[in-house]
């Protein structure tokens, strides 16, 4: 087990009814609110009436700022910060997915910036300082609501990279699983393959493979994912299965589930953000395509010790192909696309995916080269 620091200041406001206790925490923080969201799905599911009204009985003004895409924007950001100087907001508010939560966090540390805010994605500048963040998760599935990244699309450079900061954990985060009960079925398959994703990176990069608490975490957390995401698909009404399914997905990538791992990696990330910047294909479609591919690689790689392990614990599986199938197939029950070609990428674009990965790989500090990242992706055609 390697040193750590582990350190999560964000408050967890978990449960039903919960959403109107984001008006009282924003005051605390500030008058003027930059509200953020996306596309309109918080004005049919209740969201939008209640943060709003929750904010003007606080005193908290806002103004709004929606149209946040999936796989967040460049440009939309520096509207957003355009539109809190412009307006004096001390204060963001986000109520949807991590899409929202993102663009609101670098809308945070970009008002705090004097230079542009893609400085801190392409790592010419380190985050100081932000606006005070609050969030209403609608989507389980990315942990941005609990920790201190945020991932944004440079669509003039179709890169899609992450920028850090510890000023970037939001101050409060509402999960109310009842927000969940209104997302279309592929929207919950995307967010159990990436709470999965986030469970595994870690897992099956560590050099460090001696850390039993560690381990048990991440197996336990993807027998949630799993068995919550089954009973969702089967009554998506069930809340206890919405609970379990929300609070898991923020444990997946709040910093626990890696405690004690060392010289870990995000491989499966790096690629799939360049599926996602080259062709807008869904975070999670696009994890479910490079997992088993990358798998496939690793066994090759690094032999079947973490696959054995993670299968016999998760799976019930006897031996790393095994281990390797079952998650398979579990994103194809869940609904998610497994090969590239299902997700509508041809095979001929394998070269231009991998150069445009290994630019992420680099910022990441990891050394694969290109030869190595068209393996996994010819294993995922
Ligand atoms: O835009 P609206 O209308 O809100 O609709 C959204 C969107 O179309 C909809 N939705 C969200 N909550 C809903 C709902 N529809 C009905 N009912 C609800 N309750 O779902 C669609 C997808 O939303 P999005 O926010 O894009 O999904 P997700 O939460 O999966 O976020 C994906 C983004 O987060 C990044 C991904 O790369 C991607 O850009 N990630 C962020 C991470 C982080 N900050 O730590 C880590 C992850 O690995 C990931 O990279
Ligand atoms: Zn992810």
Same mark, same amino acid.
């Given at each position: 087990?390697?040193?750590?620091?582990?350190?999560?200041?964000?408050?967890?406001?978990?449960?039903?009814?919960?959403?109107?206790?984001?008006?009282?925490?924003? @005051?605390?923080?500030?008058?003027?609110?930059?509200?953020?969201?996306?596309?309109?799905?918080?004005?049919?599911?209740?969201?939008?009436?209640?943060?709003?009204? *929750?904010?003007?009985?606080?005193?908290? +003004?806002?103004?709004?700022?929606?149209?946040?895409?999936?796989?967040?924007?460049?440009?939309?950001?520096?509207?957003?910060?355009?539109?809190?100087?412009? +307006?004096?907001?001390?204060?963001?508010? @986000?109520?949807?997915?991590? &899409?929202?939560?993102?663009?609101?966090? *670098?809308?945070?540390?970009?008002?705090?910036?004097?230079?542009?805010?893609?400085?801190?994605?392409?790592?010419?500048?380190?985050?100081?300082?932000?606006?005070?963040?609050?969030?209403?998760?609608?989507?389980?599935?990315?942990? &941005?609501?609990?920790?201190?990244?945020?991932?944004?699309?440079?669509?003039?450079?179709?890169?899609?990279?992450?920028?850090?900061?510890?000023?970037?954990?939001?101050?409060?985060?509402?999960?109310?699983?009842?927000?969940?009960?209104?997302?279309?079925?592929?929207?919950?398959?995307?967010?159990?393959?990436?709470?999965? @994703?986030?469970?595994?990176?870690?897992?099956?990069?560590?050099? +460090?493979?001696?850390?039993?608490?560690?381990?048990?975490?991440?197996?336990?957390?993807?027998?949630?994912?799993?068995?919550?995401?089954?009973?969702?698909?089967?009554?998506?009404? +069930?809340? !206890?299965?919405?609970?379990?399914?929300?609070?898991?997905?923020?444990?997946?990538?709040?910093?626990?589930?890696?405690?004690?791992?060392?010289?870990?990696?995000?491989?499966?990330?790096?690629?799939?953000?360049?599926?996602?910047?080259?062709?807008?294909?869904?975070?999670? !479609?696009?994890?479910?395509?490079?997992?088993?591919?990358?798998?496939?690689?690793?066994?090759?790689?690094?032999?079947?010790?973490?696959?054995?392990?993670?299968?016999? @614990?998760?799976?019930?599986?006897?031996?790393?192909?095994?281990?390797?199938?079952?998650?398979?197939?579990?994103?194809?029950?869940?609904?998610?696309?497994?090969?590239? &070609?299902?997700?509508?990428?041809?095979?001929?674009?394998?070269?231009?995916?991998?150069?445009?990965?290994?630019?992420?790989?680099?910022?990441?500090?990891?050394?694969?080269?290109?030869?190595?990242?068209?393996?996994?992706?010819?294993?995922?055609?």
């Amino acid at each position: 087990m390697q040193n750590f620091n582990f350190v999560n200041p964000t408050r967890i406001v978990f449960g039903k009814g919960n959403v109107p206790k984001i008006g009282a925490e924003a @005051a605390k923080a500030g008058r003027k609110a930059l509200l953020v969201y996306g596309g309109g799905s918080i004005k049919k599911n209740g969201v939008y009436a209640a943060v709003t009204a *929750a904010l003007k009985q606080n005193g908290v +003004d806002f103004v709004e700022h929606p149209g946040v895409k999936p796989n967040p924007v460049l440009s939309h950001v520096r509207e957003g910060i355009k539109k809190a100087l412009a +307006d004096g907001c001390d204060l963001i508010v @986000a109520a949807g997915g991590g &899409s929202v939560i993102d663009e609101s966090k *670098a809308i945070a540390a970009g008002a705090k910036y004097s230079g542009d805010v893609w400085d801190f994605f392409c790592g010419k500048a380190g985050i100081k300082e932000a606006l005070p963040l609050f969030t209403v998760l609608t989507l389980p599935a990315t942990g &941005s609501e609990m920790n201190s990244g945020c991932v944004v699309t440079n669509e003039e450079k179709a890169q899609k990279y992450s920028a850090h900061g510890a000023a970037l954990f939001p101050r409060v985060s509402v999960l109310d699983p009842e927000t969940t009960l209104t997302l279309p079925r592929a929207q919950v398959a995307n967010g159990a393959v990436d709470a999965l @994703a986030h469970l595994i990176e870690s897992y099956f990069t560590t050099a +460090d493979r001696d850390v039993a608490v560690t381990d048990e975490i991440v197996h336990a957390l993807a027998r949630s994912v799993i068995a919550s995401t089954r009973r969702i698909l089967k009554d998506p009404a +069930d809340y !206890a299965a919405r609970a379990s399914m929300m609070w898991t997905a923020t444990l997946a990538l709040n910093g626990l589930a890696s405690c004690g791992y060392g010289g870990t990696s995000f491989p499966n990330h790096a690629i799939e953000h360049s599926l996602s910047a080259l062709y807008d294909i869904a975070h999670g !479609a696009g994890l479910a395509v490079v997992m088993p591919a990358w798998f496939k690689w690793h066994l090759r790689k690094a032999g079947p010790e973490r696959l054995e392990k993670f299968g016999a @614990a998760v799976f019930g599986t006897k031996d790393a192909g095994a281990a390797i199938a079952a998650f398979e197939s579990f994103f194809r029950e869940a609904g998610a696309p497994v090969r590239l &070609s299902e997700a509508g990428i041809p095979a001929a674009d394998i070269p231009r995916v991998a150069e445009n990965a290994l630019g992420l790989m680099q910022m990441w500090g990891m050394s694969y080269t290109r030869a190595e990242v068209e393996e996994v992706l010819k294993l995922a055609a």
